[in-house]
């Protein structure tokens, strides 16, 4: 049986955390253990009850937790690399890592479903992250790839954020973004990193920097369409932008960047989305 690391960041949200390893106590899929980077929160542990009752139940329940505190504030895309790091110098080998936020609460069949689009061939398996609030189904069918990047007159824009959207039916949908919880190969982290050097402490592209250079590499995304991580979106953690059209701004800066150190991508996409649309066609000529 595959062995999984799950690998967590975490900064100010206690309760959220909490809820998150309630979440994986419940999974269908237990062979794992748990990484937690811990961002120099405002407010010690020792004050969380709830928090720490939930590590402990984990721990007995034979799942090892690994807690980490950083000397100073990283951010979110330093504090993901160096929780990927733990699990990747631990003693135990980890075939696959799941790369979760610390603000989702998963379905009990999470880890599973991913486990099987990996097993599909996949590198990288994403899930579908909607929020508590303001959800509505979205007919599957229309759906030609969820989480992507798409073109418009030359230029590469981020688009198909999943949050508030719910997925009907059973379908894995080939991406070339995965959205905030993932299960990952160990060898796509091996030659991936995040770039805390590129993002500020805010984070958000984080993930986009990771899936272009993935792709880069010739590694194949999936998303299960039924594989569901709730997310709490609270505003007590991390560092956030308050303002969405700030962040839309920031995050089409990263993107530019990236492109000019990375001109050779647009011909990849170009012709993964040239696939994407024949097989668009061929569906509807069924």
């Known amino acids: ?49 709830f928090l720490n009752m939930m590590i402990n ?71 579908v992250t909607p929020q508590f609030i303001s959800t509505f189904k979205r007919d599957v069918d229309k759906v030609d790839i969820a989480n992507k990047l ?16 719910e997925y009907i039916g059973e379908k894995i949908v080939p991406c070339h973004h995965f959205r905030s919880s993932a299960l990952i190969k160990r060898e796509v982290h091996e030659q991936v990193k995040y770039y805390p050097t590129k993002l500020t402490k805010h984070g958000f592209r984080e993930e986009t920097m990771f899936s272009l250079n993935a792709a880069l590499k010739g590694f194949k995304m999936g998303v299960d369409l039924q594989a569901i991580a709730w997310h709490l979106c609270t505003p007590s953690g991390g560092e956030r932008f308050a303002d969405q059209q700030q962040l839309a701004q920031f995050n089409q800066e990263v993107l530019n960047d990236f492109i000019k150190t990375t001109p050779e991508f647009n011909e990849m996409y170009k012709g993964e989305v040239s696939k994407l649309e024949r097989m668009k066609e061929t569906n509807m000529a069924k």
């Not at 799950?6 to 748990?34: C, H, K, M, W, Y």
């Not at 951010?75 to 979760?100: I, P, W």
């Not at 798409?150 to 959207?165: H, P």
Request: net charge negative; glycine share 6%; hydrophobic share 35%.
């Open 1 to 49: 049986m595959a062995k999984v690391a799950v690998v967590i960041g975490t900064r100010d949200r206690p309760t959220e955390l909490a809820l998150l390893l309630q979440s994986l106590r419940t999974q269908t899929f237990q062979n794992f253990d748990i990484f937690i980077l811990e961002d120099q929160s405002g407010t010690s542990w020792q004050n969380y009850h």
């Open 57 to 127: 139940r984990v721990k007995l329940e034979n799942h090892r937790v690994t807690i980490k505190r950083t000397p100073y504030h990283y951010g979110v895309s330093k504090a993901r690399e160096e929780s990927v790091q733990m699990a990747l110098k631990s003693k135990t080998y980890y075939d696959y890592l799941c790369r979760v936020d610390d603000d989702v609460i998963l379905e009990p069949d999470f880890i599973e479903r991913l486990i099987k689009v990996i097993e599909k061939g996949y590198d990288i398996a994403s899930g």
């Open 150 to 165: 798409i073109i418009k007159d030359g230029v590469r824009v981020y688009d198909g954020d999943d949050c508030g959207l």
